[in-house]
Nanobody
Framework: QVQLVESGGGLVQAGGSLRLSCAAS????????MGWFRQAPGKEREFVAA????????NYADSIKGRFTISRDNGKNTGYLQMNSLKLEDTAVYYC?????????????????WGQGTQVTVSS
């Protein structure tokens, strides 16, 4: 079992930045791919980014490519999502999730463990 807790969400103006954190416990995080997903009101949960266990392979959704950066510190058992140049459409609840294996897939069905989510609201 892996327990995940997100933090760092909040209210930010368009063009601003936030850094989300995902603290893991229960298992060594380096054994898992970590992904970030988001869900806006009335929409399905969607893939944002994923990073391999060793941190060398990343995968980004086209909508955030060049603005968001995923990273991880396995020594701290924590993952991060740096979000820059935020837009109104980035408003959502952001979730971190983990999966075994090496594939940094965007397929939400492959991720077994999920955090409770953190709200990100971008205002004009």
């Amino acid at each position: 079992q892996v327990q995940l807790v997100e933090s760092g969400g909040g209210l930010v103006q368009a063009g601003g930045s936030l850094r989300l954190s995902c603290a893991a416990s229960g298992r060594t995080l380096s054994s898992y791919v970590m992904g970030w997903f988001r869900q806006a009101p009335g929409k399905e949960r969607e893939f944002v980014a994923a990073i391999s266990g060793g941190g060398t392979i990343t995968n980004y959704a086209d909508s955030i490519k060049g603005r968001f950066t995923i990273s991880r510190d396995n020594g701290k058992n924590t993952g991060y999502l740096q979000m820059n140049s935020l837009k109104l459409e980035d408003t959502a609840v952001y979730y971190c999730a983990t999966k075994s294996g090496w594939d940094t897939t965007s397929d939400i069905r492959k991720y077994a463990y999920w955090g409770q989510g953190t709200q990100v609201t971008v205002s004009s």
